[in-house]
Each structure stands twice: as C-alpha cells, then as structure tokens.
C-alpha cells in the first residue's frame, strides 16, 4: 500500500536518484526536481503530501522555495535538507514553516522516520480541523437558532464576550441551552484552536469532583496508584466550562477562587502549585444571589464569576424561536433516521406554540426526535406530539368560567406573542374573523400594539 507522494527537490542529481531510491523501496510514490523552477512546475501539476528541499539551490535558497512552494499548497510539510555548517538557517527555515531538517549525510533510517511523523503529524492536523469545522457547523452562532429579538440581543452579547478573556455566566433553567452558549463562545475567542473542558458540578460527589476539577498525585487517597492530571490542568490554554456552577460544595468553591485569583492549585495531596491558563465560563439554573443570601455560595466568589452575565430565557418566553428550532431538530433526526419529514401540520404546530415547556429546547429537541420516530408519512400531525403536562398543586380550583376566561386570555396573548402584533395573521392562528378577535382583545384589555417589534 503506498504510503504518500513525496517532492524531492536537489541540484544534485546523484542525491535525488539516492533518495528516490531510499523512499520508493519504502512504498512512497517520488517525483524528483533538480531546479526551483521544476519543482513549481511539478507541484502545479499534482498534490504532494510532503516535499523534501535542499536549504542550498543553484539559483535560490531552499526558504524562498519553500514558501512558493507553500503558496500552492499551504499545508504540505516540508523538510530541509542543509550541510553541517548552515544548521542555524535550517532552524530560521523551521521558524519560516518548515516542519523539520535533516544535516547531509543523513541516515535511510532517520530520513524515513521524519517523513513518517511529518505525515503523521498532518494526518492529525487535518482531523482537528476536520472536527473543529463539524463543532462550527452545530456550535456556530449563525447555527443556533435565534430568531426572536431576545435571542439575538443575547448572541450579540455573546459575540462580544467571546473576544476577551473574562469569566461568562451563564444563567437559566435547564434545558435552555447553556453548554450550547458556552462552545459557541469558545470556537468564536482565540482559544478555540485550543481545548473546550466541560463538567458538571453537580453530577460528582465532593471527593471525586475535587479530584476531577484538580487532578491528584500518587497515593494522596486509596486507589490513587498513579498521578492523575485534572480537567484545570487539561484545559490549560483553552476553556473550561463549569455546568451547574451552583451545585459546587463549599470547600471547592474556596479552591476555585484561589485559581481565578492566582491561575494556580494545588493537586489533591500535591505540595507543588500548579499553574494554569484558562477562561472560565460558568452556568447555572440557580439563582445564585438567593444562594449567597442563604450561606450556600461564596459571596466573593459570585462577584469573581459574575464578570459578564447572560441570561438565557426560557423558551416559553421566545416562542418565535420555536418554529426554526422545530427545523433544525427535523433536519437532524431526518439525518440520523434517514427519513424526510417535511413539516408539522398546522395543528401540531400550534400545540407546540401553546405549550409551557418546562424542559425548555431540550424537551422539544426530544418531543420531535419521538415524532419523527414514530410518523409514517412525511408530515407530523398532532396526535405524535406528546406533551406532558404541567399542573401546580398550588394552584387553586376556580370556578369554570374562570378557569376559561383565564385560558383564552392566555391564549389570546400567545397568538400575539406569535405574530408580532399582527391581528390579521393572529386571526387566522385562531380561526376567528378579524373583527371577531378584535372583539375579544377589547373583552380582556389587551393592547395588540404592544405585542409589535421595533415600537
């Protein structure tokens, strides 16, 4: 099986039939150049997946070459190839863009061996970009959608955010798509070629999490039988998301304070500090003022993360974002079940738009993964959207007119919400004439101006 195309350029032809030899036998496919004008020439013509370049040219040296060759295709390796006495331009070479260089004479064995971790080395890169495009295109902020106006107040803060190195909170119910927030801010500031690290405090007892967040060093507790390194020390560079930042037991907090004043801690039962550099963001469900209040989360630490609050609403509060989000959910379970369902009749649609939504975007990412599951034709109707509902046992029983008049108020206000302050098209959601749902607005004094965007 060929290993890959390698470029050899060299004004000495002994070397090139030397080295075409040498590689060849080890299964690459070789094209040798004895002039910078042949190697453009034969790069113009076909992709190479590494070059080799003599530092040493008949009529230009091997960098300048280098980078024209780079400018064909800026992502082949390219290694050096210099005399003993020029070992400080091979390094100027690496500082330029070359992956490495090789002193003449060279080993068979050592030239092979560089060639296989530069090609190596670019097979690794390649997929991190690769992923990295797969994590733009679900993470991206042109991705998420967004189409009410709190909403896109929201990822213009974001946006902003994402451009300096201080602290996010994010804070809302569960659900509303905070981690979401979280990696769309870090593939947007310039630590996203760095790693994203994410937790959530509330899923590990305090022993572990400590141990988790902060790494631990051989024998510090019983099972420790080798030094561990934490998420911190992980992330270091990137980002670490903390999720459910509220759930932190009091002595973490304490710890995590001490790494967002100094960037440094010490490892479960390490007497050595370890340094770190990493942007935080932080999200929870809680109201962490409320917290404070009640002794449950450090007030100096609440101040030290409260650097950029954003506050994501629920989705009963952004109804307009539920049609976009319905379509993003279909075309993904369209995918992964390999059908194509169209659309939503428009009675389920209206069921969705009636609903309270207690698990916010992630119950409705779930109510159409079960309704594209379970439909057999290429429209969802109503009956295959499952609700649960949400009744309070603190609520009081009314009377039945009551129980009504609140409802259709209710309703009338949702359609509303809906259509912008659009009677017309909220007249028709509703199956009334327009001078029928005017009569009912003026039943329950509801202003329909008010409901319209850009007042």
């Known amino acids: 099986m060929q290993q890959g195309k390698i470029l050899v350029v060299d004004d000495d032809r002994n070397l090139l039939e030397l080295a075409r030899m040498r590689l060849e036998s080890a299964d690459y496919e070789v094209a040798t150049a004895l002039t910078e004008e042949q190697a453009l020439d034969t790069m113009k013509g076909q992709a190479f997946d590494l070059s080799i370049v003599d530092l040493q040219l008949a009529k230009q040296d091997g960098i300048s070459l280098m980078q024209q060759l780079h400018g064909v295709n800026p992502e082949m390796p390219v290694i050096i190839l210099t005399a003993y006495g020029t070992i400080e331009s091979a390094v100027e070479a690496m500082k330029k863009g070359a992956y490495s260089y090789l002193t003449k004479p060279f080993e068979a064995r050592e030239l092979l061996f560089q060639i296989e971790k530069a090609l190596e080395n670019r097979r690794l890169n390649s997929e991190v970009r690769r992923l990295r495009g797969l994590l733009e295109e679900r993470y991206g902020f042109e991705n998420i959608a ?231 034709t290429d429209v969802i109707t109503e009956d295959l959207i499952l609700l649960r509902t949400k009744v309070s046992a603190e609520e009081p029983w009314r009377p039945l007119k009551q129980a009504k008049g609140a409802f259709e108020k209710n309703y009338l206000i949702r359609l509303l919400e809906l259509s912008g302050g659009n009677i017309s098209q909220a007249a028709r959601l509703a199956g009334k004439y327009r001078a029928d749902f005017y009569d009912l607005l003026k039943k329950y004094e509801i202003n329909a101006d008010s409901f319209k965007k850009n007042r």
Request: hydrophobic share 40%; with cysteine.
């Open 146 to 376: 967004a189409k009410s106006e709190k909403m896109q107040k929201i990822l213009e803060l974001v946006a902003r955010g994402a451009k300096t190195d201080s602290t996010i909170y994010v804070h809302g119910e569960s659900g509303t798509g905070k981690e979401l927030i979280a990696k769309a801010v870090h593939l947007s500031s310039a630590r996203r070629d760095m790693p994203f690290v994410a937790i959530n405090c509330a899923a590990l007892p305090e022993s572990l999490l400590q141990s988790e967040l902060f790494g631990h060093e051989k024998g510090a507790f019983t099972g420790a039988v080798r030094k561990a390194p934490g998420l911190f020390t992980q992330a270091d560079g990137g980002t670490f998301f903390l999720d459910e930042v509220g759930d932190m037991p009091l002595g973490i907090q304490a710890k995590l304070l001490r790494v967002l004043e100094e960037r440094k801690f010490y490892p479960v039962g390490g007497e050595r500090p370890v340094e770190v550099n990493v942007r935080l963001i932080v999200a929870t469900n809680k109201d962490l003022d409320n917290e404070v209040r009640q002794g449950n989360f450090r007030e100096d630490l609440f101040y030290r993360i409260h650097v950029i609050p954003i506050y994501l609403p629920p989705l009963r509060e952004r109804r307009e974002d539920i049609p976009p989000l319905v379509e993003l959910f279909l075309n993904k379970f369209n995918d992964r079940t390999g059908k194509d369902v169209k659309g939503l009749t428009p009675q389920a649609m209206q069921r969705l738009m009636l609903y309270e939504w207690p698990g916010n975007v992630r119950e409705l990412e779930h109510v159409i993964e079960y309704a594209v599951a379970m439909t057999q």
